[in-house]
């Protein structure tokens, strides 16, 4: 059975640092691109960041770049995102996502349909 599990979500000031770890078990998703989402109440869930597995090529949405980075171990079978400069527009439920296919090259999907398995969440709150 496959499970993504995320930690490290929490409350932080705006300004602030958080890093979200993704673990994964039940398979190996190192030929896999991952993938952040998040999901602000009353709202849709939206592409955060992605990432390939050959070449580490990374995605981002417009509102983190320069504020987020994501990076994975493949030897452990885990994806991060550090955050940076928190806002409070970046609270949200924070999701890890994998691609159950092995992709080539550099790609990684911002599209949320391109993802086949999926995380429980962590919140993550951004006070003012």
């Known amino acids: 059975q496959v499970q993504l599990v995320e930690s490290g979500g929490g409350l932080m000031q705006a300004g602030g640092s958080l890093r979200l770890s993704c673990a994964a078990s039940?398979?190996?998703?190192?030929?896999?691109?991952m993938g952040w989402f998040r999901q602000a109440p009353g709202k849709e869930r939206d592409f955060v960041a992605a990432?390939?597995?050959?070449?580490?090529?990374?995605y981002y949405a417009d509102s983190v770049k320069g504020r987020f980075t994501i990076s994975r171990d493949n030897a452990k079978n885990t994806v991060y995102l550090q955050m940076n400069s928190l806002k409070p527009e970046d609270t949200a439920v924070y999701y890890c996502?994998?691609?159950?296919?092995?992709?080539?090259?550099?790609?990684?999907?911002?599209?949320?349909?391109?993802?086949?398995?999926w995380g429980q969440g962590t919140q993550v709150t951004v006070s003012s």
């Open positions: 996502a994998a691609d159950r296919t092995p992709r080539l090259g550099n790609f990684a999907s911002t599209l949320i349909n391109n993802y086949d398995y």
């Open positions: 039940g398979r190996t998703f190192s030929r896999n691109p």
């Open positions: 990432i390939s597995w050959s070449t580490y090529s990374t």
